[in-house]
């Protein structure tokens, strides 16, 4: 239910774990030792928690929901940085709105 | 398998609500113990708060006190709860909000600057970074964290405590951790029933997919007392992406209503057997009215104005990112959303499954003490309960917690866990850990009441559901791991189906109805008070494994 947009990821330059596979609750994120990628090893078992999403330093992590729930292709992406989360839904029609929310109330 | 020993003083197992305010209320007692949390996942999202939450549920607003939220919880659960419990939660409920809202959770205020009440117990809070949050301060507090370890057995020595042995999930190391206390986190359990959805949305689920009961296992394996593993859990959700109903009906105005647009919750009040339970109520009469051909049911949503949705929108990326993904594909502008009720699962925050505890949160088992979702009897504790009881349990840790020497541990035990552990890597008969789980949801789901019954349950059915899990229980040996992640998902369905045999004995033995859906008996349809008034408990046999039953009084005596 999450996909890596390999335009975008960056393979966290280099380093040895990535962010998503650092964070995910489910453990289901590896590496391709052939091109140092991040990979979804066990795409069944999201829980479309987000964490990945939020956490990706370049917001290339979109969420979408499995087809047999949901057979129109809205999408979220996000990007946690500093005190905010900022997200990108994108509709069926293409249309996207954003969030900019305060999310740690430290200054 | 290579293995690893620590030493700590306080092991915290499980790195969630509980486990993170044990580990600070310890660091701030005792500045220079060692304690040490080990986690499966990573602190930072690990658990049922790695999606992010709206809204706590256990708050008391000015006017309301301890015993007012005693005669709540009591009234919601049929009378049955442990009064001891829920009032040494409810006296630390404010404190402990207060203390995570100045390590950064943002609270809704309203002009008077108290919390804003959302419903008559609820706050509403911002909280998509509340896991982050508790995680930092667990670091300030310089506890120590192992990440990435799930524990699998609890080490006894001459019948008490003495630490834990857990599996590296990437690697298979396995780690044997000595301590002079334990304090059990691990939350509740999901996966026991088939979920809603097969295949690609088969963890679409309200619980966490790995938070499964492990928590429970190693403590009926070491021959803990466990309590209302009857009392199953079943979420009334959006259908589908699980969505608070709460941040609908509670955060939006959402009315619930039929297919034909009625609001039904009234016309089932004056008869209900749980009118005087809102979320037993609502569940059931959700039930009835799809089982009496008027459903879907729905919450209505249509009334909201374009800045209400804007908010509303807002809290579902705070806890329910799926449900905006439905909510926007909602191009005929009906803003209408089915609701169901979930697949059970066993809990003691929302419900009150779990570890029989007392009320400074020791178990049966000398050097083991459980908050959270995993200790038993007080349910609508929630997160902020969580958090109180995770300070309760470390307070009693200190206290016991004294300067002599750890103990040995044997190496045939250490040996033993070992062959156990590393069975389905070696000995590989076949059946892969995703085979094995769907086999035990299917009995489950067929003959211990699960969605496809809608709930339902009779002796005959729970003695097929029996027989089936001893059959099922016989072939664990066969299964079989291809890597290290396959390992762990091994040891999460030996754990469920270990849970999964508790939970058939106890809808066995409760032979009345108290909680409708949760546990309703078709072959004994009314509640019983005359002589059902009392806790159902259990005791797994360490050598056999057979369940023995206990009755407990409300009092919590015998």
């Not at chain 2, 999901?190 to 009961?213: D, I, T």
């Not at chain 2, 059959?471 to 890597?483: F, G, I, S, T």
């Amino acid at each position: 239910m999450v996909k890596i947009d390999y335009k975008v990821c960056n393979r966290c330059e280099g380093a040895r774990e990535k962010r998503c596979q650092r964070i995910c609750p489910g453990d289901l994120i590896g590496v391709n030792p052939e091109d140092d990628r991040p990979v979804v090893l066990y795409p069944e078992d999201c829980w479309a928690c987000t964490a990945c999403v939020k956490d990706c330093p370049v917001a290339a992590i979109t969420l979408k929901l499995p087809f047999q729930v949901l057979d129109k292709g809205a999408s979220l992406r996000a990007t946690a940085k500093g005190r905010k989360t900022s997200w990108v839904l994108e509709g069926t029609d293409g249309k996207k709105e954003e969030f900019e929310i305060i999310v740690d109330s430290r200054q | 398998m290579e293995i690893v020993r620590k030493d700590t003083d306080l092991l915290i197992i499980g790195g969630g609500a509980a486990g993170c305010f044990a580990a600070v209320e310890a660091k701030t007692q005792s500045p220079k113990l060692r304690c040490l949390i080990i986690e499966k996942a990573h602190i930072d999202r690990s658990g049922c708060l790695a999606m992010g939450l709206n809204a706590i549920n256990a708050y008391l607003h000015p006017g309301e006190s301890p015993e007012s939220y005693l005669n709540h919880v009591k009234q919601e659960f049929m009378g049955l709860v442990r009064e001891d419990l829920v009032l040494s939660i409810a006296r630390g409920l404010n404190d402990t909000v207060k203390r995570v809202e100045q390590w950064g959770l943002p609270v809704e205020k309203g002009t008077d600057g108290n919390y804003k009440p959302r419903g008559r117990r609820a706050i509403r809070i911002i909280g998509e970074r509340l896991k982050p949050i508790l995680a930092e301060a667990v670091r300030r507090h310089r506890v120590e964290v192992l990440n990435r370890v799930a524990v699998t057995n609890l080490i006894l020595k001459e019948g008490k405590v003495v630490g834990a042995f857990g599996l590296g999930v990437r690697d298979g190391t396995l780690y044997v951790i000595r301590a002079k206390g334990v304090i059990i986190a691990t939350g509740g359990a999901s996966g026991l029933y088939k979920p809603p959805n097969p295949g690609s949305a088969r963890h679409l689920m309200w619980y966490c997919p790995w938070n499964v009961g492990t928590g429970y296992a190693i403590g009926l394996r070491a021959g803990a007392e466990m309590t209302s593993f009857e009392n199953r859990f079943i979420a009334l959700r959006v259908k589908d992406v699980q969505a608070p109903t709460g941040t609908l009906a509670l955060g939006a105005g959402a009315r619930q209503v039929n297919a034909k647009g009625e609001p039904y919750l009234e016309k089932y009040h004056k008869d209900s057997p749980v009118k005087d339970s809102p979320t037993y109520f609502r569940l059931l009469s959700t039930v009835l009215e799809n089982q009496a051909g008027r459903g879907p049911c729905y919450l209505d949503l249509n009334h909201l104005d374009t800045q209400t949705l804007r908010q509303f929108k807002e809290d579902l990326l705070n806890m329910s990112p799926s449900m905006l993904l439905m909510l926007s594909s909602r191009d005929n502008g009906d803003y209408r959303f089915e609701i169901t009720g979930s697949e059970p699962y066993v809990v003691g925050g929302h419900g009150e499954a779990g570890y029989w505890v007392d009320v400074e949160r020791r178990t049966t088992l000398q050097g083991l003490y459980a908050a959270g979702d995993v200790a038993g009897g007080a349910p609508k504790k929630y997160v902020s309960g969580c958090w109180v009881e995770g300070q309760i349990a470390a307070r009693t840790a200190l206290k016991e917690i004294n300067n002599n020497p750890l103990p040995s541990i044997e190496e045939g035990t250490v040996k033993k866990e070992q062959v156990r552990v590393s069975m389905p890597l070696k000995d590989r008969k076949g059946v892969p850990p995703q085979e094995m789980e769907e086999r035990l949801q299917k009995i489950m789901d067929e003959y211990a009441g699960g969605l496809s019954t809608q709930y339902e349950l009779n002796e005959e059915k729970l003695r097929v559901g029996r027989a089936l899990l001893k059959d099922l229980k016989a072939v664990v040996p066969n299964l079989e791991a291809k890597n290290h992640h396959e390992l762990v998902s091994c040891m999460e369905v030996v754990d469920r189906i270990d849970v999964a045999r508790v939970v058939v004995e106890h809808l066995l033995y409760r032979k009345e109805t108290r909680w409708p859906c949760s546990q309703s008996r078709i072959d004994y349809p009314k509640r019983d008070d005359a002589h059902w008034l009392k806790f159902v408990n259990s005791v797994m046999d360490v050598d056999t494994g057979e369940i023995q039953i206990l009755e407990k009084g409300l009092n919590g005596k015998d």
